[in-house]
């Protein structure tokens, strides 16, 4: 493959952003025709699809690799122009979205740039968000936050969405360097009344597969995985009540409700008021190791921000202790 032309790499990356190559052609102050040209100039010299013409326009699997890369020239740029004291390139904030994040702070000050980071629901809720305000303010920083289970934060990563994200994936993804966390440890939790409804009958073994259930989504395994570790021989009861709350605060609320059991990190638990729910099965824990994963790239920005997050893991989480590994908020 010859040396890809940024102009042309560039554009694709517009079309993936706005959604079709009208829009694109707005943006770039070029005509549609032009926009068109440069997408098959380039789908020609690499060799393959680049983009799906559907409402929106969609990368396919190789256009994701070039939109990951335009991304990665445009926080390069504009990390340089910061460190120069120069407006963005083309008035983008680093996120490869080409919105203007403004330059505000006074005379002098550089270009705001944008960190797009994937973070899982309970991260967010619980240790993430200070590690944030640990970033130093001279450099400006506007972070775009994407809430996702974090076995997918991956594929936000893949597709070039973000620059940096909280995984589930020792693995890095290609591009990517990879560093571990810590883990979350869950128990197992309920009100009182709860309990007194629905497991008084006989050992929690028993009685909590039957019980109504909370989970996160149709993907979050915390409460089967538990389940599978507490009674292996089990088999949930085929009308067993089975709600799901996608947000990890309304999730804490619900389980404190009595709506059901549910698997909560030991950091939500103790905002509670003490006895508002208890530990079902004590000493018994699903521990989920996370894994901070970002773009290969020699960032300012991204260097802080891996640091200060790292700073608050270490502070919050604990090290894996090679138990169980399943899917979370």
Same mark, same amino acid.
């Given at each position: 493959?010859?040396?890809?032309?940024?102009?042309?790499?560039?554009?694709?990356?517009?079309?993936?952003?706005?959604?079709?190559?009208?829009?694109?052609?707005?943006?770039?102050?070029?005509?549609?025709?032009?926009?068109?040209?440069?997408?098959?100039?380039?789908?020609?010299?690499?060799?393959?699809?680049?983009?799906?013409?559907?409402?929106?326009?969609?990368?396919?699997?190789?256009?994701?690799?070039?939109?990951?890369?335009?991304?990665?020239? &445009?926080?390069?740029?504009?990390?340089?122009?910061?460190?120069?004291?120069?407006?963005?390139?083309?008035?983008?904030?680093?996120?490869?979205?080409?919105?203007?994040?403004?330059?505000?702070?006074?005379?002098? $000050?550089?270009?705001?740039?944008?960190?797009?980071?994937?973070?899982?629901?309970?991260?967010?809720?619980?240790?993430?968000? +200070?590690?944030?305000?640990? &970033?130093?303010?001279?450099?400006?920083?506007?972070?775009?936050?994407?809430?996702?289970?974090?076995?997918?934060?991956?594929?936000?990563?893949?597709?070039? =969405?973000?620059?940096?994200?909280?995984? $589930?994936?020792?693995?890095?993804?290609?591009?990517?360097?990879?560093?571990?966390?810590?883990?979350?440890?869950?128990?197992?939790?309920?009100? +009182?009344?709860?309990?007194?409804?629905?497991? @008084?009958?006989?050992?929690?073994?028993?009685?909590?597969?039957?019980?109504?259930?909370?989970?996160?989504?149709?993907?979050?395994?915390?409460?089967?995985?538990?389940?599978?570790?507490?009674?292996?021989?089990?088999?949930?009861? +085929?009308?067993?009540?089975?709600?799901?709350?996608?947000?990890?605060?309304?999730?804490?609320?619900?389980?404190?409700?009595?709506?059901?059991?549910?698997?909560?990190?030991?950091?939500? @638990?103790?905002?509670?008021?003490?006895?508002?729910?208890?530990? =079902?099965?004590?000493?018994?824990?699903?521990?989920?190791?996370?894994?901070?994963?970002?773009?290969?790239?020699?960032?300012?920005?991204?260097?802080?921000?891996?640091?200060?997050?790292?700073?608050? $893991?270490?502070?919050?989480?604990? @090290?894996?202790?090679?138990?169980?590994?399943?899917?979370?908020?």
């Amino acid at each position: 493959m010859s040396e890809l032309p940024l102009d042309q790499v560039r554009t694709l990356l517009s079309v993936v952003d706005r959604g079709s190559f009208d829009a694109a052609a707005q943006e770039l102050r070029l005509t549609p025709s032009a926009v068109s040209q440069r997408i098959k100039a380039l789908e020609r010299r690499v060799g393959r699809v680049l983009v799906l013409r559907t409402k929106p326009a969609r990368p396919t699997g190789s256009g994701e690799v070039l939109v990951r890369l335009a991304r990665q020239l &445009v926080r390069l740029e504009d990390d340089a122009a910061a460190e120069l004291g120069l407006p963005a390139p083309g008035g983008g904030n680093g996120d490869g979205s080409g919105r203007d994040a403004g330059s505000g702070g006074g005379a002098g $000050a550089g270009p705001a740039t944008t960190l797009a980071v994937a973070v899982n629901a309970d991260s967010l809720a619980t240790w993430f968000l +200070p590690a944030l305000s640990r &970033v130093p303010a001279e450099l400006r920083v506007c972070f775009e936050l994407h809430k996702e289970d974090q076995a997918r934060t991956a594929d936000l990563l893949r597709q070039g =969405l973000v620059s940096a994200a909280i995984t $589930a994936s020792p693995h890095p993804v290609a591009g990517c360097t990879v560093r571990p966390l810590g883990s979350m440890a869950y128990r197992a939790r309920a009100t +009182p009344g709860f309990v007194e409804r629905w497991l @008084a009958g006989g050992p929690v073994a028993q009685t909590l597969p039957s019980a109504p259930v909370i989970v996160f989504n149709r993907d979050d395994d915390l409460q089967d995985a538990f389940l599978r570790d507490l009674a292996p021989q089990a088999v949930p009861g +085929p009308g067993r009540v089975r709600h799901s709350i996608p947000a990890s605060d309304a999730y804490v609320r619900a389980v404190a409700a009595g709506l059901g059991w549910g698997m909560l990190p030991d950091e939500q @638990a103790a905002q509670l008021p003490a006895g508002t729910v208890v530990d =079902l099965a004590p000493g018994r824990t699903v521990e989920v190791a996370l894994y901070w994963q970002q773009w290969k790239l020699d960032s300012p920005p991204l260097a802080a921000l891996a640091a200060a997050v790292a700073r608050a $893991a270490a502070g919050t989480l604990t @090290a894996p202790k090679g138990g169980h590994s399943a899917g979370t908020q």
